[in-house]
């Protein structure tokens, strides 16, 4: 009897010092290759990622930042798979090169789920399920408010010159909105595309390429801009170079992801259109991951639905309670 009492007592003492118990121990682990830290949007996204997949919330998260270069995140797939974790995220940088490595997640047993971008794959069960934006959609939006703006201004049928500055090539979401750009130009032979930008979704490369450009050619109608920061680095360019942008007759900003502080700068008359691309995948992911863990099949494909903000709907309240 003694024997028990004291077995007993040694468990409750073990149980209380910190010991994980039974139910702390199983923590879903998880390895997420973030494709780098380039935009505003980017960075939102990584937040809500890190804030879903949290410990509280049952979760050990693996975080990987890739710096924008596919190679860090083939790197930190493998070693995800060496950990052994439960499930592998990937916002994949390009749709192509991940056969392989997914190849090797799938022979370990680990699911795989792509947010964000998509992926090409030769077998499409290389991964689980994918959630993120309709890119091509989002370029349509961009298209017809601009058909729309045009008419409203009985400028319908006008020869417009389109500056196009492009996210990451091969990117889903460059693909995607530089599609509804050249369909565009297919329909309006009166449109021309007077220079094509690789700004790679980041603020600075885009001011370099803009300011470079503007010291040849001025005469810009539109800048179709494939993410918020490279229109930031735009305008910051052409103020330098004292071109106005955003009123009555000057240059149009088209711009994608609608951050808050494109919507500042919509507000102040300096970009003309902001394209919503909603960073928030973090509860989104969290949600097809307890699906998993259910034994439930998710989704193949989640799309997230968005919007387009002009001038006129903004308002501060709008503003202010935009949580990226
Ligand atoms: C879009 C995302 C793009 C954003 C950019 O979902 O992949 O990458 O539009 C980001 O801001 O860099
Ligand atoms: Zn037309």
Request: hydrophobic share 40%; charged share 25%.
């Amino acid at each position: 009897m003694k024997k028990a009492l004291v077995c007993l007592l040694l468990a409750m003492l073990l149980a209380s010092c910190g010991a994980p118990g039974p139910e702390e121990e199983h923590l879903i682990r998880v390895g997420f290759s973030q494709v780098g830290s380039e935009s505003d949007w980017r960075i939102a996204n990584t937040a809500s990622m890190i804030a879903a997949l949290s410990e509280a919330n049952g979760y050990e998260l693996l975080f990987d930042n890739a710096k924008q270069r596919q190679e860090n995140q083939l790197l930190a797939i493998r070693n995800f798979i060496q950990q052994n974790v439960d499930y592998i995220v990937l916002a994949p940088i390009t749709e192509s090169g991940w056969d392989d490595v997914l190849q090797e997640a799938k022979s370990n047993g680990i699911p795989v789920i792509i947010v964000d971008r998509r992926i090409a794959v030769s077998d499409d069960s290389l991964y689980t399920s994918w959630v993120g934006s309709d890119f091509r959609e989002e370029g349509e939006l961009a298209i017809s408010w601009l058909e729309a703006f045009l008419q409203q201004h009985s400028r319908a049928g006008e020869s417009l010159r389109i500056l196009h500055i492009q996210g990451t090539e091969g990117a889903t979401a460059q693909i995607g909105r530089t599609a509804a750009l050249e369909h565009a130009i297919r329909r309006h032979p009166e449109w021309e595309i007077i220079g094509v930008l690789p700004g790679e979704y980041t603020e600075a490369k885009s001011y370099e390429l803009v300011r470079d450009f503007l010291k040849t050619e001025q005469d810009i109608d539109v800048i179709y801009s494939e993410n918020d920061n490279m229109s930031f680095g735009a305008v910051r360019a052409l103020e330098e170079a004292g071109i106005p942008c955003g009123g009555e007759g000057e240059i149009m900003v088209l711009s994608f992801d609608a951050v808050r502080r494109a919507l500042e700068f919509c507000r102040d008359g300096k970009i003309s259109l902001c394209v919503e691309c909603n960073p928030l995948h973090g509860p989104r992911v969290a949600a097809l991951l307890q699906q998993l863990e259910n034994g439930s099949t998710p989704a193949k494909l989640t799309f997230v639905d968005e919007l387009a903000f002009d001038r006129e709907m903004l308002t501060d309240d709008m503003i202010r309670d935009r949580e990226y």
